[in-house]
């Protein structure tokens, strides 16, 4: 049974090939030719992995191995950085120091590889994940080195791409991990062609039915998609060809994943989704002055074939993107009737779009305006770790609004030019000026016209601020602040006026604590703040500091109760990762113990008694892909995959995360239906008697409104699964009249 096992020597001979490719890569690149630092690092990690294995059964080396061709054919980094991808793991998962790399391979390299393993390593502490922590290390390591967190992203996304030998429970917690920070980092720092996959991997573990049925409709598709590209290209061809140009023109597919988020986020079939593909310019230029001159030839050599759409116009040379992005777009009618984007750009800009600041290094020529772009968004995230949040999970979002992913630009009445994302407000902009301009900001004008704070922004408004030395920072801007910056800032300051009062409440309770013999732990505090709706202790210590609560003999007996079951010294991290004396099959082992490395089944209705919770942020019903989170409490809280509540969970609690499958039950659950249609007499009784009679569906609530012929039914019904909702939906289309019906989540 292992006769296809390979042997030794060909496995040898497996890990040899698989280096000589990342060897031949690197001596077609044109950095320096470091030849022999490369083989010492290869062979240095090959005897440190030796005898160890992934998970998958092949050789552990393999691993950095894939690692180091990332960093250097697909980033385009240089021989530190393969050097550094080589011994990423030795550190870590062997018995070498820091220093002994040092001695070996020098300091540099011993710098990169010290900043990998510091991400890599972490334990839980009392107030903040892992995940979360790891994070902050990734941030930090990468304002001294940014090679640190490019080596990262080669790491994860070889991670992604073998993540099928991993348990379901792992896969939901690094898909949903990748999706809520790794992908959007890459993106910041213009890494597209990684940031694009890591998206496709993601989603296809996360959603792997919807994935194989986009792939599907996309190969079907495929001979239509071609004849309308040629038939829009060959125009623009032969004028290119005639003024004499070296280019490149291909057709870009959108990713699965921006299919699928397309379909989601308007409501549409995969058959309406029309901007399945952008064309692509590429040309050759050898002087980067004429750039700008040949793309706007270009650009009227396609306008004068095709219409233009007039406020689909991105000019992004002028005024790059923050992560160095530079081309020029516009949008034009194809000869089928739909909008087609193109995209000019130079051999250069290219490289630069998709392999991001490490072609920038390559292109550089002193200190440049994307070198400084750069810097400017790192101390940004300097600034978010030298003014830690209250929880994990306020850390995360607070890094994730940074990595915004469309931008604006605001100009001040001196002609001063902002880079802000898209929906910031004048509070934003007077903050990304200075910090002490935004805490006492009062209103602004934009385009001359007085404004409120909350006020959102658009590209190329003049913003001037004003401000009022009278004017303190209000807990409520943080409603409608959208910069990671301005609300690092405004709670840093909102924090620092509540201390006093935070402080005495903070004795309050823990005098309260100590004489009603209650320990202080996490089980006790999160029963607290759930009585009092409270987000998190601060507040809670602040309310009762400002007399605003009180902490009442009620709460006492309620208490007492899971402090008792809480005092185990493992607590619930030490439940969920079987940690301490019992295990999960033991007859006395702590009811609610889950093994986080199977798939829970959820049961309810038929099935016997209900054992999880719908959470109320998604309410996912059977059918639905879902995932398990185990609460305080040790309950199964069921999410959405795709529930934005869930993306945070599965990056800031991985090891609560549990992979969970709908047991066949015959319960019944509330989804939410929206109908639009044309509205004509008797619509809503055909309505009813389809879904009532025919289907035999249980109607709970209908709002609906006619205005302009035009009508907006919301109908909430109880059913058994997804396939009923499907169908549901499926029917209510064929009623005369009615445009669309979708579930709301």
């Given at each position: 049974m292992y006769t296809d096992l390979p042997t030794p020597e060909e496995e040898d001979r497996m890990i040899e090939a698989a280096f000589a490719d990342v060897l031949d890569g690197y001596l077609r690149s044109n950095h320096r030719k470091k030849v022999e630092i490369i083989e010492r690092a290869y062979r240095f990690a090959k005897e440190a992995h030796k005898g160890v294995r992934r998970r998958s059964g092949e050789p552990y080396i393999m691993h950095p191995i894939a690692v180091a061709k990332i960093a250097s054919q697909e980033i385009g980094l240089g021989s530190t950085s393969i050097c550094a991808a080589l011994l990423h793991d030795v550190v870590e998962d062997t018995d070498y120091t820091v220093e002994d790399i040092a001695g070996q391979f020098g300091p540099k390299i011993a710098q990169l590889v010290e900043g990998l393993t510091k991400i890599s390593g972490g334990i839980f502490g009392d107030k903040a994940s892992a995940q979360a922590e790891n994070f902050r290390k990734l941030l930090l390591t990468m304002s001294e080195d940014i090679r640190v967190v490019l080596i990262k992203m080669a790491d994860r996304l070889h991670n992604m791409r073998t993540l099928g030998s991993m348990a379901p429970n792992k896969q939901y917690k690094i898909a949903g991990e990748t999706l809520y920070i790794y992908a959007p980092l890459a993106h910041r720092l213009g890494l597209f062609a990684i940031k694009t996959e890591l998206e496709d991997l993601a989603f296809k573990y996360e959603h792997p039915k919807s994935y194989a049925d986009i792939s599907r409709k996309i190969r079907e598709s495929e001979e239509r998609r071609s004849a309308v590209y040629t038939d829009f290209s060959l125009p623009i061809k032969e004028k290119l060809d005639a003024m004499g140009l070296r280019y490149e023109a291909k057709a870009r597919l959108k990713s699965v994943y921006s299919i699928w988020h397309k379909m989601e986020s308007k409501h549409l079939p995969f058959e309406e989704v029309y901007d399945l593909y952008a064309v692509r310019i590429v040309f050759d230029c050898d002087d980067i002055s004429q750039e700008k001159g040949i793309c706007w030839s270009i650009y009227a050599a396609i306008t004068d074939l095709y219409r233009l759409h007039p406020d689909r116009t991105r000019d992004w040379i002028v005024t790059p993107k923050a992560n160095g992005y530079q081309a020029l777009h516009l949008t034009v009618m194809g000869p089928d009737g739909n909008w087609i984007e193109v995209q000019i750009r130079s051999r250069r800009m290219d490289e630069i779009a998709e392999k991001g600041f490490a072609a920038h290094w390559k292109y550089k020529i002193g200190e440049g305006e994307e070198e400084s772009e750069l810097d400017a968004w790192l101390k940004t995230i300097k600034d978010i770790l030298d003014n830690p949040e209250p929880s994990a999970i306020d850390f995360l979002d607070t890094v994730k609004l940074n990595l915004f992913s469309s931008e604006i630009v605001v100009f001040t009445p001196k002609g001063e030019l902002l880079t802000l994302p898209s929906g910031a407000t004048v509070l934003d902009a007077a903050f990304a000026l200075h910090s002490e301009i935004g805490m006492h900001c009062i209103a602004g004008k934009v385009n001359h016209k007085l404004m409120p704070l909350s006020a959102k922004l658009n590209s190329g408004d003049q913003v001037e601020i004003l401000t009022s030395q009278s004017q303190q920072p209000q807990a409520e801007w943080a409603g409608f602040l959208v910069t990671a910056h301005a609300r690092t800032r405004l709670r840093a300051a909102l924090r620092k006026m509540r201390q006093p009062l935070t402080a005495r409440g903070a004795e309050i309770l823990r005098e309260w604590l100590s004489e009603h013999n209650i320990p202080d732990t996490n089980a006790v505090i999160s029963k607290i703040l759930g009585t009092y709706h409270v987000p998190n202790?601060?507040?809670?210590?602040?309310?009762?500091?400002?007399?605003?609560?009180?902490?009442?003999?009620?709460?006492?007996?309620?208490?007492?109760?899971?402090?008792?079951?809480?005092?185990?010294?493992?607590?619930?991290?030490?439940?969920?990762?079987?940690?301490?004396?019992?295990?999960?099959?033991?007859?006395?082992?702590?009811?609610?113990?889950?093994?986080?490395?199977?798939?829970?089944?959820?049961?309810?209705?038929?099935?016997?008694?209900?054992?999880?919770?719908?959470?109320?942020?998604?309410?996912?019903?059977?059918?639905?892909?879902?995932?398990?989170?185990?609460?305080?409490?040790?309950?199964?809280?069921?999410?959405?995959?795709?529930?934005?509540?869930?993306?945070?969970?599965?990056?800031?609690?991985?090891?609560?995360?549990?992979?969970?499958?709908?047991?066949?039950?015959?319960?019944?659950?509330?989804?939410?239906?929206?109908?639009?249609?044309?509205?004509?007499?008797?619509?809503?009784?055909?309505?009813?008697?389809?879904?009532?009679?025919?289907?035999?569906?249980?109607?709970?609530?209908?709002?609906?409104?006619?205005?302009?012929?035009?009508?907006?039914?919301?109908?909430?019904?109880?059913v058994v699964s997804l396939d009923v909702l499907n169908d549901l939906c499926a029917k209510t289309l064929t009623i005369d009249g009615v445009t669309s019906a979708t579930r709301i989540q």
């Open positions: 202790r601060d507040e809670l210590c602040y309310q009762l500091g400002n007399e605003e609560i009180m902490l009442g003999d009620f709460l006492v007996k309620a208490l007492r109760k899971p402090a008792q079951a809480g005092a185990k010294p493992q607590g619930i991290i030490g439940k969920i990762l079987g940690i301490g004396k019992k295990k999960a099959d033991d007859k006395d082992a702590a009811p609610g113990t889950v093994n986080t490395k199977e798939t829970y089944v959820l049961r309810s209705g038929d099935s016997g008694p209900e054992n999880y919770l719908t959470a109320p942020c998604c309410s996912p019903i059977p059918g639905d892909d879902a995932l398990g989170y185990i609460t305080e409490s040790g309950e199964i809280e069921v999410h959405s995959l795709d529930c934005p509540r869930a993306q945070v969970l599965k990056a800031g609690y991985g090891p609560r995360i549990v992979a969970v499958k709908w047991a066949n039950a015959g319960a019944k659950f509330m989804a939410h239906v929206h109908i639009e249609g044309i509205d004509r007499h008797g619509i809503l009784q055909e309505l009813i008697q389809m879904i009532s009679t025919h289907l035999a569906i249980d109607i709970r609530k209908l709002e609906i409104e006619a205005k302009a012929q035009v009508f907006n039914c919301d109908l909430w019904v109880r």
